[in-house]
């Protein structure tokens, strides 16, 4: 059973920067990692993920962040990170990480406890 737990929300201002971080209990190379968000009143958004290790760790967006978010994992340290920037009032959610069913975007069976992220 893997353990997820996020860090790193927090209070910032529209055009500031933040990263999450993403730790796992135990080697997540095989799995398909994203981020998701949600919003009080809004329906959950999977903004970022990245391929397994085996398929090349190939990363891909939601239209929402594109060119603003970053997604990427650190092997060694069973982590992987978001880093957001140019951020806007909308991003303002309660981020989670989880396993993910790539081809679909669809969470999978891990999940995070999610950390807080307020843009204003």
């Known amino acids: 059973h893997v353990q997820l737990v996020e860090s790193g929300g927090d209070s910032v201002q529209a055009g500031g920067s933040l990263t999450l971080s993403c730790t796992a209990s135990?080697?997540?190379?095989?799995?398909?990692m994203g981020w998701f968000r949600q919003a009080p009143g809004k329906e959950r958004e999977a903004v970022a993920r990245?391929?397994?290790?085996?398929?090349?760790?190939?990363?891909a967006y939601a239209t929402s962040v594109q060119g603003r978010f970053h997604i990427s994992r650190d092997n060694a340290k069973n982590t992987v990170y978001l880093q957001m920037n140019s951020l806007k009032p909308e991003d303002t959610a309660m981020y989670h990480c989880?396993?993910?069913?790539?081809?679909?975007?669809?969470?999978?069976?891990?999940w995070g406890q999610g950390t807080q992220v307020t843009v204003s």
């Open positions: 989880g396993t993910m069913i790539c081809a679909t975007w669809l969470r999978d069976k891990y």
């Open positions: 135990e080697n997540i190379n095989k799995y398909c």
């Open positions: 990245i391929n397994n290790v085996g398929s090349g760790s190939v990363t």
